[in-house]
């Protein structure tokens, strides 16, 4: 099992970064490496178990379905139910944590999953920086962090 | 009544998280905190255990430890007794680390009942007078340890490049040279070429290296006497420097400090280097890379020897072989200060004069004497407690003979050649005990390392040894230190400088 962290500090208020990221359809509006995405069955972007379908800018295709939703932890986790990335049993969870100290954020991006051993590095490399630490950086472009 | 306070903190979450977990060293970084003590004989570690303390206003207040992680990094703790009506008071401190340029995320929260009309005013002295003058106090402890001179060079690896750049295999990679080795032979055999330092991966670092100490086992690697380095590659296995980037997960090392090797695999010989970061050593202020690069290697291992292979008393004879050379010299020193008689066994008088001023009480030389008599006859016939010895062939029958009864060799070195085979009944003679330590066996693991370098900071701060540098040579000059350690024209530690000696 390998797993993959990623935290960042973002220099707005948590309830402002959770209005951009809640919308689980909404990953176009703020991650930079998806293009477009839908949720399959006309399901409310909300709605515990929705899929989203989504195509990356490099052309990939990825289907993760929401698995739980807290408006009250600000915390989203969803799993990989298709994508060319070559992961099994993949659950990440994207939270965030009001830091009082200056009414800003912190945010964690973690994900556990299972892949060919020779694949493990590249892969945590890969999305703990380009997918994780890529979205944070640009949550901290959109809020001047 | 809840409370949540939480901060970040910029250093490394392994920095904060040594100050927090001593329950009771709250009275050394809170403002608040007057003393502190612990009940009962308990650790400070020791889940349930009681600190009992009295605030900088005078009030007491008594709190125990309910739960500890060191995985999770976050501990609880309840008042049992306090001055101040905190009624049902239960708190947690809990980190995390900060991926995006390795700082911490710190949450101080708790629950309480505070007594009707008083709560405006606990709220406030909890969160403003205990958390935040909290955070406040670490980060002054904390964050001015780190060395900022170099932190706006170079982004953290863990940082991602721009979302438009692509992150192809090598991008990002640093230049640099580095001396190589195509094939065993002599020193001609070594040349400075181009390399390549990648962006760290998980749990490594990429550092660029201002000073490289130039040690025997390097030669052995050239030579190919030892395998460790399978040409072509790299030799050399003590540097210093500052650390450019960190990969993820890199917990104890952030970008900017200054930092430390004595270990392998090999590559030192290198302006830039991205390597394991489990064993480098932060190197405190006031030691200069050049002297950590002369020293680290040696000084760990007369520490192992001094400490942890035979734990020498005050009171025990020891007799110490090439007392004047690298490791001998720091032996003398170090164990002097511990209140070892000290004898030193040389092979000329100039070296003679060198192993006194090194702390030698008595040298040997030479002589119509056999070494054997000489200790005997400066220890009345008992002999010496314990024998450093890393002449190997030449000298191990005579060391043997020169151990008092229950006496302890220490075989760590064979300069001369192997020390061949040896029948163990003979060592019944004496009843001896034969060690044969292995440097990487007392080094590889963070923890050794921690422990073996605290020993030798210290020891190099009070003075207790002192770092002797004979030769500087530019790294492109390494085939001229490599002569110069085999002719045996050095005196002291030998060290390469990348940008030329200066």
């Known amino acids: ?145 | 009544m809840q409370i949540q306070r939480s901060t970040v903190i910029d250093a490394p979450l392994d920095a904060v998280w040594a100050v927090l977990r001593d329950f009771n060293g709250h009275d050394r970084w809170h403002p608040a905190v007057a003393t502190s003590r612990l009940e009962g004989g308990r650790r400070t570690d020791q889940v349930g255990c009681v600190r009992d303390f009295r605030l900088a206003g005078g009030e007491r207040v008594r709190e125990q430890l309910l739960s500890l992680s060191d995985r999770d990094h976050r501990f609880r703790y309840a008042i049992v007794e306090s001055d101040i009506p905190l009624h049902d008071y239960v708190a947690e401190v809990a980190l995390k680390p900060v991926t995006d340029g390795n700082r911490t995320f710190w949450r101080w929260s708790s629950h309480f009942r505070p007594p009707p009309g008083r709560e405006r005013e606990l709220r406030e002295l909890v969160s403003q007078g205990v958390y935040e003058a909290g955070f406040a106090a670490i980060r002054a402890l904390v964050e001015r340890r780190s060395a900022p001179a170099l932190r706006p060079a170079l982004r953290p690896a863990a940082a991602p490049a721009p979302a438009s750049a692509p992150a192809a295999a090598g991008d990002g990679a640093l230049a640099g040279e580095a001396v190589r080795l195509d094939r065993y032979g002599g020193p001609e055999e070594l040349h400075i070429v181009p390399v390549s330092a990648p962006r760290p991966g998980p749990g490594e670092v990429r550092l660029r290296q201002t000073a490289i100490g130039v040690n025997f086992i390097d030669v052995y690697c050239r030579t190919g006497y030892f395998d460790l380095l399978k040409p072509p590659g790299v030799p050399g296995m003590e540097a210093a420097g500052v650390v450019l980037d960190v990969g993820p997960g890199v917990r104890h090392l952030s970008t900017g400090q200054r930092v430390a090797y004595a270990c392998p695999p090999v590559g030192a010989y290198a302006t830039v280097r991205t390597m394991k970061a489990d064993l480098l050593v932060p190197l405190p202020d006031g030691f200069s890379d050049q002297v950590a690069a002369a020293i680290l290697l040696k000084g760990m291992t007369a520490a192992f020897l001094l400490h942890r292979v035979h734990k020498l008393q005050a009171g025990e004879t020891l007799l110490v072989y090439a007392p004047a050379g690298g490791v001998g010299r720091l032996l003398c020193q170090w164990a002097r200060h511990l209140g070892a008689r000290v004898l030193g066994a040389t092979s000329s008088p100039e070296k003679a004069a060198a192993a006194r001023a090194a702390g030698a009480h008595e040298v040997i030389l030479p002589g119509p004497e056999s070494l054997e008599a000489q200790v005997k006859a400066l220890t009345g016939g008992r002999g010496a407690d314990v024998i450093y010895d890393a002449v190997g062939r030449d000298s191990f029958a005579h060391s043997l003979r020169a151990l008092a009864n229950c006496g302890h060799l220490v075989s760590y070195g064979q300069a001369s050649g192997p020390v061949g085979n040896w029948d163990i009944g003979a060592l019944a003679s004496n009843s001896a005990t034969v060690s044969r330590p292995n440097y990487g066996h007392y080094t590889d693991t963070p923890e050794k390392v921690a422990a073996i370098t605290a020993r030798l900071f210290s020891a190099l701060a009070e003075g207790v040894i002192t770092p002797e540098i004979g030769q500087r040579f530019p790294l492109a000059e390494a085939a001229a230190a490599h002569r110069a350690l085999e002719g045996r024209r050095t005196l002291g530690a030998t060290i390469l400088l990348p940008g030329g000696p200066h």
């Not at chain 1, 490496?33 to 006309?42: D, F």
Request: net charge negative.
């Open chain 1, 1 to 145: 099992m390998a797993e993959v962290y990623a935290s960042s500090v973002i220099a707005a208020p948590a309830g402002r970064v959770w209005a951009s990221i809640r919308d689980f359809n909404g990953l176009p509006s703020w991650h930079p490496l998806i293009a477009e995405s839908r949720i399959e069955a006309a399901a409310p972007a909300d709605q515990v178990g929705c899929v989203r379908a989504f195509r990356l800018k490099d052309g990939g295709f990825i289907r993760e379905k929401l698995l739980a939703l807290s408006d009250y932890d600000f915390s989203c986790t969803y799993s990989i139910l298709e994508s060319p990335m070559g992961v099994e049993n993949y659950v990440a969870t994207l939270k965030l944590t009001p830091i009082t100290d200056g009414d800003r954020t912190f945010a964690e991006w973690s994900a556990s999953f299972d892949c060919a051993a020779e694949r493990e590095a590249e892969l945590v490399t890969n999305i703990g920086g380009n997918v994780f630490q890529g979205g944070f950086e640009a949550l901290k472009r959109q809020f001047g962090g």
